[in-house]
T-cell receptor
């Protein structure tokens, strides 16, 4: 199974600034996903990032607020732009490994805990 | 109405008890059903999966799906303190690209 790391693991940021979160996978994967998990809430998909194409955003999420890069098959970044306290959340990346034993299984990183003051 | 409804708990039971966790869903397009377990400050990990109505057993865990009622359950037998975690149901929808839709998660504590 794919092993995923995220940087930073946590951060405290000021309102109006931006934070870029990195996601690194130990194997090449086609599909990478970015989720937000707000306190007491479910995981909500922000966007799907496939290498070589523009990220596909879910309803309620826009590229200007959450720009995503996917330069190769093992790495992606999510930027949270012009942050407000409402952006305080855990951000997780996940991948779908075509070699996984379970179809559609996603492997998750440990998450980035963001607090915006 | 949310596509997937799950009671967030928290749920606290004594060690050895049988635990029942449930989700309901509204979208008939969901095709695959999963349960993820998330320990504190970790990402979710797949625990159980099933593709059809009926029961699937794996050790102390049983996943149950009733597509006619749009209802899925996870049963934990002989619960252990190490089972304390948040359990999230997840469903796969395939409309063009596939994606997972998660329930809110139920926070479970097993007391020794």
């Amino acid at each position: 199974s794919a092993v995923i790391s995220q940087k930073p693991s946590r951060d405290i940021c000021q309102r109006g600034t931006s934070l870029t979160i990195q996601c690194q996978v130990d194997s090449q994967v086609t599909m990478m996903f970015w989720y937000r998990q707000q306190p007491g809430q479910s995981l909500t998909l922000i966007a799907t990032a496939n290498q070589g194409s523009e990220a596909t955003y879910e309803s309620g999420f826009v590229i200007d607020k959450f720009p995503i890069s996917r330069p190769n098959l093992t790495f992606s970044t999510l930027t949270v732009s012009n942050m407000s306290p409402e952006d305080s959340s855990i951000y997780l990346c996940s991948v779908e490994d075509r070699l996984a034993r379970v179809r559609y299984e996603q492997f998750f990183g440990p998450g980035t805990r963001l607090t915006v003051l | 109405q949310k596509e997937v409804e799950q009671d967030p708990g928290p749920l606290s039971v004594p060690e050895g008890a049988i635990v029942s966790l449930n989700c309901t869903y509204s979208n008939s397009a969901f095709q695959y059903f999963m349960w993820y377990r998330q320990y504190s400050r970790k990402g979710p990990e797949l625990l159980m999966y099933t593709y059809s109505s009926g029961n699937k057993e794996d050790g102390r865990f049983t996943a149950q799906v009733d597509k006619s009622s749009k209802y899925i359950s996870l049963f934990i037998r002989d619960s252990q303190p190490s089972d304390s975690a948040t359990y999230l149901c997840a469903m796969v929808i395939i409309q063009g690209a596939q994606k997972l839709v998660f329930g809110q998660g139920t926070r479970l504590t097993i007391n020794p």
